[in-house]
């Protein structure tokens, strides 16, 4: 049983950054981010298989990095250069399929969500 607590969100101006935290309980190969702007629809943002390679949606590549510490059972995402469109609530997930990618973190076990906003 997976459980996933995210942590980091805030308010900053565009061009700058910020790192989500989400720790990780429980035994998964697979964990990325997603997001949720308000009225849209879940967006994979970013995935990382455990002790592998991550992926990257177009709209966040060369801006975003993923990355894990297992040691602390822990996943993060490095976000720069931010834009406005990058508001939304961000979400720690864990894909309940086999399949590791950043389109596939909004289908399974999800943390509370921590908002965003880059005004």
């Known amino acids: 049983h997976v459980q996933l607590v995210e942590s980091g969100g805030g308010l900053v101006q565009a061009g700058g950054s910020l790192r989500l935290s989400c720790e990780v309980s429980?035994?998964?190969?697979?964990v990325g981010w997603f997001r949720q702007a308000p009225g849209g629809e879940p967006e994979g943002v970013a995935a990382?298989?455990?002790?592998?390679?991550?992926s990257y949606a177009d709209s966040v590549k060369g801006r975003f990095t993923v990355s894990e510490d297992k040691a602390k059972n822990a996943l993060y995402l490095q976000m720069d250069n931010l834009r406005p469109e990058d508001t939304a609530v961000y979400y720690c997930?864990?894909?309940?399929?086999?399949?590791?990618?950043?389109?596939?973190?909004?289908?399974?076990?999800r943390g509370q969500g921590t908002q965003v906003t880059v005004s």
């Open positions: 990382i298989r455990r002790g592998g390679t991550a």
């Open positions: 997930g864990a894909p309940s399929g086999g399949f590791c990618h950043y389109t596939s973190v909004v289908f399974g076990t």
């Open positions: 429980g035994v998964t190969q697979c």
